[in-house]
């Protein structure tokens, strides 16, 4: 299907352990316990490998995981596209500060030397120890000036406070100072957090927690004002879809009207006027209902495509090929989901 440009706004790579630990500093170069905590659920995504890539597995090696994506981005046309680790965003959930430091500081290491470096076309995003909001900081600065890093990644559940509490605000300060995006992603490995663990299979756990753990996000950041507080900081909401937006902001202005004075004091405007005229993204799901409906609730500039390959459920190229071709959306809107939008989130 001939179509103009597109870059990727959510794609992944599947990352070893053992890269990482080259990278590891002393002492803990020499511990051999997992690098992260893991999910409480032996699930299997891939549905006895019925479903994914065959040629694109976990185990492979960094190089031939570029080599992989090169080709399909020749093959589709993707100028550019940012990839998403797939378990390394657990180092939230460490609580041993010093290690937390060394897996993250290793786990950038390792995206920037052996994927980044490798093509200019390709852009792992960075990792922080959000739990130590100083440190992480310091890391986001390191990661940026010394690795040329230019997103950083946050799993939705496994943090100690939600993310509009102001024990954050080091982070996005630097974040808005140099100019790099705060992507909230959507994940299911922290189910127990948001009442996964009463769900019996990994449908329904899948279904769930990923919109529950970006939900709760959301509202957190926008009632505490993260947006006006920081209105320069570019804020990302990957991988649960964009129609929910037409509920959710409805549901947040009718309690601002009714509470907003006293809960949500920051917000001057209601909440979908507040995300209107922030730098906020959020990423579409290719065959959603009610995807006009919310580009005309909030315009178009907020929204953005995420192949989300080699991930089981991506149904790529499928999905690309589906965003492009719906008549139901305008095609400028569609150029902006498809390309202009990541191009202004990630500063390409």
Known sequence: MAR?????????????????????????????????????????????????YDEYRAG????????RWLTRMEQENIEQTMLFPSVAGNLTKLTEKDYTLAVCRATNDH??????????????????????????AEELRRAVEDLGMNAFAVLAIGLPKALGDSMYDPIYKAAEELGVPICVHANRHSQLEVGGYTLENFSEVHTYTMFAGVALQFTSMMAQGVPIRFPKLRLAFLEIGASWLTYWLDRMDEHWELRGELEMPLLREKPSEVFKMSPMFVS???????????IRLVGDDHFLFASDYPHWDARFPENLNTVAGREDIPQESRDKILYHNSKQLFRL
């Not at 492979?60 to 080599?67: L, M, T, Y």
């Open 4 to 52: 103009n440009a597109v870059i990727d706004a959510d794609g992944h790579i599947y990352e070893r352990e053992s890269d990482i630990r080259k990278y590891l500093a002393e002492p803990w170069v020499r511990r051999r316990t997992p690098l992260w905590p893991s999910s409480n659920q032996p699930w299997d995504g891939d549905m006895f490998e019925t479903l994914g």
């Open 284 to 294: 579409v799901e290719p065959d959603e209902t009610l995807l006009p409906e919310v």
């Open 111 to 136: 995206f920037a030397k052996d994927f980044n470096a490798l093509s200019d076309r390709l852009h792992v995003v960075g990792m922080l120890p959000f739990q130590q909001p100083e440190r992480a």
């Open 60 to 67: 492979i090696s960094p190089a031939e995981q570029v080599e």
